[in-house]
C-alpha cells in the first residue's frame, strides 16, 4: 500500500553512523564470502562469541540467567546511560544523530527545469503512485499550458483503478474458483481486492484507458482523501460476490461437464454466464464509488476548463480526458517509460513480472527490468539532466524523518538497542520482511561530487508542504542503494540492452514471482 504520513510505519536497521562502509549495509555487489551473514568465518564468530557471552541449551527462557544479563546491562556505562534517555521520549528521536541533519543540506548542483506548484497532498490515503505519476506528467504539462501552478486530480484516476480493481479482483476469482479459499494466492488477492496502492505500469494502464484531467474538473472528496471508509465497503461488497461466482461458476462447471462437455469447454461457457452476474457486480460498485466520490468526467467527453496563464490572460479548454493528455503533455510519452528495480535476489539485467498483480485487465502487465543499483543512479541523473523529474519507489519508513525532510542511513544510531552486529544485507532484508517498496515520490535534483558521482538526492514527496522543508526532502546516496528499489526512466536514458528486455515483454525468459512475494508489494 501506498505510505500516507498517517499509515507511516519505521522498522529500524542496524547501522554506524558516519562511516563509509557500515556494517548494517553490506555490498551486494561484494564477493560471497564477505557478504553479511555468509562470511566464511561465520561460524568460527558465532562459537567465539558463545564464550565471552552467556549461552544456554535450553528451549526456554532461562530465568536464571535474567539477573546476570540484568548485572551486565548495569555495569554498562553506555547502557546505563541509553536506560536513562530512551524511557523519556520515543526511542528513534532518542538515537537521531545530529551529524546528519547538517551534512543533508538541501542545496543541488543539478536540478529539474521547473519544480511544480503547489506540492500535492495525498492525506489519508495510499496513492502516493498516483501523485508521483501525475506528478511527472504535470511536470510536463507547465511549458504547455504556460502554467505557474495548477494540479492534475488525482481522484480522477483513483476512481477508475478502484473500479478496475474490482473487475480485476472478480475476473481473477472465477479463474481460482476451485482452489480451496485459504489457498495462498486467492488469500492474497481477497486480504487486499482492491487496496490504494499501486505500480507504474497500473498507471500507464490507466492514463492509456481514461487520459487525465485538471484537478479543479474533478477535485478531492472526502472519500478520496481519506480512504478508509469507501475502500471498506468496495472490499465487503467484493469479497460477498466472491462467494457468489465462485458457487456460481462451480455449479455451471458442474452441470456442463454432466453434459459430456471437456473441462475447457465447460469452463468457457460458465465463464460466460457467470460475467453476466459479475457485469451486475461492476454496476454496483460504480454506484458504490459515484456515492462515495462523485461521478467522474467520462473519458471520451468532454469538460471545460479555464485558468489563468503566466500572461495574466484566461485560457478556456474544452476537451476529453484522453486528448487532454495527450494535446497538453506531448513530452511525455506513456510508451516510452520503463522501471528499472534493484532486487539483488535475482540476477541483473533480467525481466520480472508478479503473477496476478495488475488493474485494467486488457492493460499490460506490471514489467520490472533487474538491474544493479547503479545503473538505476546513472539512469536517474540522465533524465535529472534533462530536466526531467524521476518517478521512484522506495522504503520510505527506514531511517526517515518526515518533519526534518531527511532519508539518510546515518540519521539514527540503532547499534545502541541493536547491538553492532552484522545487519543484514539488502536481499536478506527483502527475504526476511524488514524492508519493501512502499512509498512512491519524485527526484527532482541530485548533487554530484567531483567526478560526477551523486552525494545526496532532492525528493518531491507527496504529503503536503508541513511535510519535510516546504515538501521537499533530502535522501543520502547511501539511502538511496539501500532502501531505493525502483526508479523509471524515459528510454533514451537507459541502456539499449535494458530497454530491449523491456520492449520484448513478458515471456519464457521472464522471471514469474507470485503475487504475494514481496516485490508485489504496491507503492
Known sequence: MGASPSRLAS????????????????????????????????????????????????TSVDISSIPSWQSKLDQDPTSRLAALTLHNTTIKESLRVRKSEVQMVDVFNTVVQRENRPITNQQSSGRCWLFASHNVI??????????????????????????????WF?????????????????????????GDGGQWDMAANLLRKYGAVPQGVYPESFNSSSTGGVDKLLTTKLRRDAIKLRALKKEAMA???????????????????????????????????????????????????SYRNTAGKMVTIRSTPREFLRKYAPQFDVEGHASLV???????NTLLTVDRLGNVLEGNP???????????????????????????????????????????TGLYDFSVVLGEGEGMSKAERIEYGESLMTHAMCLVGVQLGE???PVRWRVENS????????????MSQEWFREFVYQVVVKREFMRSELWDLFERGVDEKTTVLPIYDPLGALA
Open 11 to 58: 522498522t529500524p536497521a542496524p547501522t554506524t553512523p558516519g562511516s563509509v562502509e557500515k556494517p548494517g549495509f553490506p555490498r551486494d555487489d561484494a564477493p560471497p564470502q564477505t557478504r553479511g551473514h555468509h562470511s566464511v568465518d561465520r561460524l568460527n564468530r558465532i562459537t567465539a562469541e558463545s564464550t565471552t557471552r552467556s549461552s544456554s541449551s535450553s
Open 138 to 167: 504535470r511536470n510536463a504539462m507547465l511549458s504547455t499550458l504556460k502554467i505557474d501552478s495548477f494540479q492534475l486530480s488525482q481522484s480522477y484516476p483513483f476512481f477508475w483503478d478502484h473500479l478496475e480493481k474490482a473487475n
Open 170 to 194: 472478480l475476473e481473477q476469482t472465477l479463474d481460482l474458483y476451485d482452489r480451496p479459499v485459504d489457498d495462498r494466492v486467492f488469500s492474497t488477492l481477497k486480504a487486499d481486492p482492491v
Open 255 to 305: 452441470s456442463l461437464q454432466s453434459a459430456g462437455l471437456s473441462e475447457a469447454d465447460a469452463a468457457s461457457r460458465a465463464d460466460v454466464a457467470c460475467r453476466k452476474e459479475k457485469a451486475a457486480m461492476l454496476e454496483d460498485a460504480y454506484r458504490l464509488l459515484s456515492l462515495a466520490a462523485g461521478a467522474p468526467p467520462h473519458p471520451d467527453e468532454p469538460f471545460t476548463w
Open 342 to 348: 534493484h532486487d539483488p535476489r535475482h540476477k541483473p
Open 366 to 408: 506490471v514489467r520490472y527490468i533487474n538491474a544493479c543499483i547503479d545503473e538505476l543512479g546513472t539512469s536517474a541523473i540522465k533524465q535529472l539532466k534533462a530536466g526531467l523529474p524521476v518517478f521512484f519507489g522506495c522504503d520510505v519508513g527506514q531511517f526517515s524523518n518526515s518533519q526534518l525532510g531527511i532519508m539518510d
Open 451 to 453: 567526478k560526477g558521482e
Open 463 to 474: 504529503w503536503g508542504p508541513t511535510a519535510g522543508k516546504e515538501g521537499y526532502f533530502v
